[in-house]
């Protein structure tokens, strides 16, 4: 891996499972980490552990991902407070069953897995866009997943017909269409953004079945972080380590241009 010593990475629902780990991996890169975490407790002791492995610098940042006005409030300190960001791990999410099968809301009245698998992360990314694109060239690593399900547009919410797994196969879908709308538009920035399913079935509190390590989903994501062999590679669907074809909807010019208009009206009108 490149010594990251002079950059600045912000990692999502770093203090659990595989950002936990990325966290660690960055550390010992000697990167300065930004840390996001639900629980500030948690964050304070991750940011310990990671002091004494070697980070550079280590920096909190606490937010709820299930309110876009934190989210965005989350954003607004972050372009305060940091002098640059050289790459945005978009990795906080809840599965399929975790917290409940059930279908939830957020604190908006979003579907939830939808407003903090996906919205959320729309929301942040394209408020963080001015600090990434002042430190070219930077990266943008959304964590997804091989489960995926169509978007449908008539009932985005999943009022109707709802499941954990439907839910969460949608909104990690909505990252990868979101992947390469966003790709598209930053192109010649300097800026990248590239989709990944780290590896699956990882020992996380979402996975009751684990089929492979934790360091497995780690090293797949640290790759998209690090390697330079990836320097200006741009709306790519990782699987593991090597470039995979999503969901037919994810080519779909017109299923993406709904989406973002979808999420556009739906930050516009929480996010205050």
Not at 26 to 52: C, I, N, P, Q, Y
Not at 133 to 162: E, W
Not at 246 to 256: F, K, S, W
Request: proline content about 4%.
């Amino acid at each position: 891996m490149t010594d990251f010593q002079a950059k600045t990475v912000l990692v999502t629902g770093a203090t659990d499972g595989l950002g936990r780990g990325v966290a660690q991996a960055l550390a010992a890169d000697h990167a300065t980490v930004l840390v996001h975490g639900r629980d500030a407790a948690r964050a304070e002791a991750l940011a310990g552990e990671l002091r004494a492995a070697g980070a550079t610098a280590v920096r909190i940042y606490v937010a709820d991902l299930a309110s876009l006005s934190e989210v965005r409030s989350l954003a607004t300190e972050i372009l305060v407070n940091e002098p640059r960001l050289d790459v945005l791990v978009n990795n906080a999410g809840i599965g399929s069953t975790v917290p409940s099968a059930e279908r939830a809301e957020s604190h908006d009245g979003i579907e939830l897995r939808f407003a903090v698998n996906y919205l959320s992360h729309y929301l942040l990314t394209r408020s963080l866009l001015p600090l990434l694109k002042a430190c070219p060239p930077s990266r943008i690593v959304n964590v997804c997943s091989a489960g995926q399900s169509a978007i449908d547009f008539d009932d985005p919410m999943l009022t109707h017909s709802y499941s954990g797994a439907r839910a969460y196969c949608q909104s990690k879908l909505a990252q990868i269409l979101f992947t390469f709308d966003l790709a598209d538009e930053l192109a010649g920035t300097g800026v990248t953004a590239n989709a990944l399913h780290p590896a699956t079935f990882m020992p996380t509190k979402l996975v009751a079945t684990p089929l492979s390590s934790l360091d497995d989903g780690v090293q797949t994501t640290m790759r998209l972080i690090t390697d330079p062999a990836l320097t200006g590679i741009s709306s790519k669907y990782f699987n593991g380590l090597h470039e995979a074809t999503a969901d037919a909807q994810a080519y779909d010019l017109d299923e993406r241009a709904k989406l973002r208009a979808l999420s556009d009206e739906l930050t516009a009108r929480y996010a205050t």
